[in-house]
Structures are given as structure tokens and as C-alpha cells.
């Protein structure tokens, strides 16, 4: 699996890296000299375990969706429940790896951005429960679509810092943590919330969700015998797909799609699908990935019915393991995955998070495809509370 692993600058071949102020390569070498510590310590990885355990409500089930199967005629359909984790999605294996982290590294206060509000919410969660102080930056037109978000961040003793520059979304947020994170550095500690960013970020935040896949194939093991044939996930930062995949990517004989935001149409502005339409590279916010922008580098404004995929550049792991074809990436559009979230919450009961019913519209159109006797597992990366407004006023 050493393929796998970035090089000592965090670059996966070409992508990843760290292009930050000057001021931050000193904290983000601190940073990594202690995720390096405490990645093999025994007693940080056991307290790890063991929040995700009785805090988180870990493991997640793999549910075996037999009506989904049956209306779509073709391969068996498991999905992996991290809707059922605390908070609501699989933001929180995360948060409580870099918390911990955080607090091994003595740091009396955290910082975050959040779009859709999903890592906020986990991130004060995680904060009150450990006692430290949480500070999240959240774009104004963000907090206004998402009000439920602020107000549960504000109960769990999060200070919300509303962020009025650009387009006032998650792409500002960042902008502003990482301002913050330059100005007070010392005793602060920023919590990035997908598998983006400078160095060591897409590294850690894909080992604390790689939890995922474990869990996963020791379920499938258990109930099948055997490896799946295909894994489906969205794609936004790519934290919740790299935490499926990973743990597979040595098993060749196990495809895995990731599936992007496809907007309402296929012209800049109108989606956020990073590999599906142009191809350029370029930096954004500490690392180099694929990236949507335009003839002048400047960054593309992006459109998606969900929050949590609607970004411009993918996490660096990614765009190496496109340009490999280890992954393939595809799109689901708004209207495929409004048609999806009202599918599965009427055949299996389970109300997707907009973002994941995106997998599980590329699922629909896969899996009459595929033999009865081949098996797909398709992430669930949260639970569709917080969209229930927005789909049945549609
Ligand atoms: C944040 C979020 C995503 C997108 O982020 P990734 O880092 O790509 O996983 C997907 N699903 C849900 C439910 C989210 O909250």
C-alpha cells in the first residue's frame, strides 16, 4: 500500500503540497511531526477507538438493502450507515482524531470552517465534550441556509463568526480560518474538515476516516465471504469516499466510483464535477489539485443542490488516483438526485443527506447493470434532516 502514501512533502505524484504564507510552515511542521508521533502510538490510537466507539456510536452498520436490490434488478446493494453516526454524518470520525491530536499537542482553542454546517456542528460536539474552546467560520449565505446548523453549534458552546467576503460560502470560511490561524497560532489549533488542504491535512483526514473501510470489510467479510465488486461514494473535499476506498485500494479486483456534484448543466458556474467536464490544475487553499477556474486562473463560482459537494478543487489523493485510473469519477445532476433522496427514502425508509443521495443516484443507474451475484457497497455519508425543507419545497 506504500504506493499509496505520500512523499515526505505531501505530494501524491504531482498533487498535494503546501503552498501557504510563510508564516504557517513552521505550524504546519509542528502539526506533522505530531501526527507522525501519534499515528503509531498505541495509547492515542486506543482513546481514538474508543470515542469513536461510545461517543460517536461506532461501528456504523452495513445494511444489506434488499428493496433497494430488488427494484433495481441487478447486483446486491449494502450501504454503509454513517447517516447513523452522532451529528449526523461521518464529519465526526474526523473531529475526534484532531481534537485528540490538538490536545496532545497542548492547543487551548480550535478553529474550523464549515459550508453546509455538517463539521461545525461535529467539531463544537466534539470541542464541549473535551472542554476547549471552538471558534467556526461560516459564510453568511451558508448560515442563512442553513439556520438549524448555527443554532446547534451555538448550544454546544461554538462561537459562530459570520464571514461576508466573496461569495459568502465555505471557500470564504476557509479564507478566514486560515487568517485567524496566522494571527494566533501559538495556542490555536485549525480542524480542517475534508481531505484537503496544506500537508499533513489530506494524509490525516483520510487515516481518521479510513475507519470506514476497515469496518467495512470486516462486515462484508462476515456476511458475504468476500470483497465487494464495486464501491460508490460522493465526492466534495473527498473525505468520505477516501475513507471508503482506501483500505481497498491494494485489491485490484475492487472497482470504486466517486461521484460529483453535476450542478444543473455542464457550462462553469453551473456544477461543482472537478474531473468530469474541464481538466486543469491549479492551486486553491494550500494544495494542488484538479480545479475549477477559469482562462485567467481565477477561481470558477460553483453550483450544487448540496451544500457539502458544492467546491472547487478535490482533495490532492484524488487527482492522483484519477490520473492513475484507480478510481473513476463520474457526475449526478440536481434533478438525478433529488429523484434519488425521494427513492431511497420511500423503498428503504432511510433519508440520504443531499450530498450522498448523489452515490445513490450513480447507484441507480449502475447496479441493474451489474450480475445478481455481484455485490456493491455505497456510502451514506449523513442523514437527510437537514434537507428536508429544501427537497419538498423543490
Ligand atoms: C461534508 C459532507 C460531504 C462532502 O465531504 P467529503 O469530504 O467529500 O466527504 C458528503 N456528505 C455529507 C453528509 C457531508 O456532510
Not at 510552515?25 to 499515528?39: Q, S
Not at 470560511?173 to 494566533?184: F, G, P, Y
Not at 464501491?231 to 466510483?257: H, Q, T, W
Not at 467536464?277 to 450544487?304: A, N, P
Request: glycine letters at 10%; one cysteine or more.
Amino acid at each position: 500500500m506504500r504506493i499509496y502514501e505520500p512523499d515526505d512533502q505531501g505530494y501524491w505524484g504531482e498533487y498535494g503540497g503546501r503552498f501557504v504564507p510563510e508564516t504557517l510552515i513552521a505550524p504546519l511542521d509542528e502539526l506533522t511531526e505530531a501526527y507522525f508521533t501519534y499515528r503509531t502510538d498505541a495509547s492515542f490510537q486506543s482513546e481514538y477507538i474508543a470515542l469513536l466507539h461510545d461517543f460517536a456510536g461506532r461501528p456504523t452498520p452495513l445494511y444489506f438493502a434488499e428493496r433497494l436490490t430488488k427494484k433495481l434488478n441487478g447486483a446486491k446493494i449494502y450501504l454503509k450507515r454513517e447517516d447513523i453516526n452522532h451529528t449526523g454524518a461521518h464529519k465526526i470520525n474526523n473531529c475526534i482524531g484532531q481534537v485528540l491530536l490538538a490536545r496532545r499537542m497542548g492547543k487551548r482553542r480550535i478553529i474550523a470552517e464549515t459550508g453546509a454546517g455538517q463539521h461545525g456542528v461535529a467539531t463544537a460536539a466534539v470541542c464541549a465534550r473535551a472542554g476547549i474552546q471552538c471558534v467556526i467560520y461560516m459564510g453568511s449565505e451558508d448560515m442563512r441556509r442553513q439556520e438549524l446548523n448555527v443554532r446547534r453549534m451555538q448550544l454546544l458552546g461554538a462561537e459562530v463568526l459570520e464571514v461576508n467576503s466573496g461569495s459568502q460560502t465555505l471557500k470564504d470560511a476557509i479564507n478566514e480560518a486560515l487568517r485567524d490561524w496566522v494571527t494566533n497560532v501559538a495556542d490555536t489549533y485549525y480542524l480542517l474538515g475534508s481531505a484537503l488542504g496544506p500537508h499533513p491535512y489530506p494524509l490525516m483526514v483520510r487515516d481518521f476516516q479510513s475507519i470506514i473501510g476497515r469496518e467495512v470489510r470486516s462486515q462484508i467479510l462476515e456476511k458475504e465471504g468476500r470483497s465487494p465488486d464495486l464501491l460508490i461514494a460522493c465526492v466534495g473535499g473527498g473525505s468520505n469516499s477516501i475513507g471508503l476506498f482506501y483500505e481497498f485500494l491494494g485489491d485490484p479486483k475492487v472497482r470504486m466510483i466517486g461521484v460529483e456534484a453535476g450542478g444543473i448543466g455542464n457550462a462553469s458556474g453551473q456544477h461543482a464535477a472537478r474531473f468530469s467536464f474541464d481538466h486543469s490544475i491549479g492551486v486553491l487553499q494550500g494544495t494542488k489539485s484538479y480545479l475549477l477556474q477559469d482562462l485567467h486562473g481565477q477561481i470558477s463560482t460553483t453550483h450544487s443542490i448540496s451544500a457539502g459537494l458544492d467546491y472547487a478543487s478535490v482533495g490532492p489523493e484524488h487527482a492522483f488516483l484519477h490520473d492513475r485510473g484507480r478510481v473513476e469519477y463520474t457526475s449526478a445532476t440536481d434533478d438525478e438526485t433529488l429523484d434519488a433522496f425521494r427513492f431511497l427514502s420511500a423503498t428503504e425508509g432511510i433519508i440520504p443527506a443531499l450530498e450522498s443521495a448523489h452515490a445513490i443516484a450513480h447507484l441507480i443507474k449502475i447496479a441493474g447493470k451489474m450480475p445478481k451475484d455481484s455485490i456493491i457497497i455505497c456510502n451514506l455519508s449523513g442523514r437527510g434532516d437537514k434537507d428536508v425543507d429544501r427537497v419538498t419545497n423543490e
